[in-house]
């Protein structure tokens, strides 16, 4: 199976994603980074213990930085709920997970399984971009990346043109993007024009429903009281009664190689503008004449990601 270190901001769809990873047979979580992101740093560590010890996921859980590399912190509970689960009530949380700093269990992990650990990151890139500098072979000893992030042919969700794990830290993403350009296997990032194919629908919620009705799992109650929440934002959002889950997909994409196919792009984080400070800007027609640094995700099969999604975790689940 293949060894992934998370790093995310839970968040309601990080944590659809980490039930995901943690159900599927091909998948070990090999550790797991906090960031903040969606809520507080602080909050998605307690979401993360909490969701792990729920799941049996055994896997070191460190808590990363607190704030991103230059600008302030900014959150999204509108999106995700003050507690970053939606309308879930999780169960409190026990124990302070592992005492190392986020970017040290980067630079731990990748250093005990060379060429071995896939890295996935689907929140602010603060705590990969902290790695680096502590091991600035990373990109060298990993054996991909992964990352939801960033809105290439496509209008932001956060700002007009930047998505969300981009805006939070346009530093810490372009410096991670940077350090792998080159690398042996190019990061793949799942952009919005991606993960937003991805509709939740009422049909879908009701699968969650009808799971956690059937199984009494206390995963599946979570995530059902937390899509509820993702709906009401989405609809309030003027999208209609659905969801766009994001990160879910990247995870899917980096266990299976399915679902989307992939295509070179050369891309870069605007860090000065005024109006796009935070957009990924691809070059299509080539006009900076650099070799493509990414694979961005294309021609997503939504129904049939959706299906695999509800399928691993109505067997992960069940008991
Ligand atoms: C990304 O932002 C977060 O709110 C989601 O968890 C996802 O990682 C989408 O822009
Ligand atoms: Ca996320």
Known sequence: SIPLLVDCDTGIDDAIALTYLSTHADAEIAGIVSTGGNVEVEIV????????????IAAPI?????????????????????????????????????????AQLWVDLVRERPGELVG??????????????????LPRLLKRLHVMGGAINHRGNTGPT??????????????????F???????????????????????????????????????ATILGDALRFYFEFHEADGFGWMAHVHDPLVAAHAVTGD????????????????????QTVGDE?????????????????????????????EAGLAR
Not at 45 to 56: D, E, I, S
Not at 208 to 219: D, E, F, N, Q, S
Not at 295 to 307: I, S
């Open 162 to 179: 930047s998505e969300w794990n981009i805006a939070v830290d346009p530093e810490a993403a372009q410096q991670v993007i940077t350090a």
């Open 181 to 219: 350009t080159g690398a042996a296997q190019r990061p793949v990032m799942g952009s919005l024009e991606a993960t937003e194919a991805v509709r939740f629908t009422q049909g879908t919620l009701d699968r969650i429903v009808a799971l956690a009705a059937r199984t009494g799992h206390p995963v």
């Open 62 to 102: 460190a808590r990363g930085a607190d704030r991103p590399l230059v600008q302030e912190p900014m959150y999204a509970d509108d999106t995700h709920g003050p507690g970053g689960l939606g309308h879930a009530v999780p169960p409190a949380q026990t124990g302070a997970g592992d005492p190392r700093s986020g």
């Open 259 to 278: 679902f989307a196919s992939t295509r070179p792009l050369a891309v870069d984080v605007e860090l000065a503008g005024t109006l796009t400070r935070g």
């Open 285 to 313: 027609l080539g006009r900076w004449g650099r070799e493509p640094n990414l694979d961005v995700l294309t021609e997503v099969r939504a129904a049939e990601f959706v299906e695999h999604l509800l399928a691993t975790l």
């Open 120 to 137: 996935l990151v689907l929140g602010p890139h603060t705590n990969l971009a902290l790695a680096l500098e502590i091991e600035p072979e």
């Open 45 to 56: 560590h307690r979401n993360n213990l909490v969701l792990a010890k729920l799941l049996g």
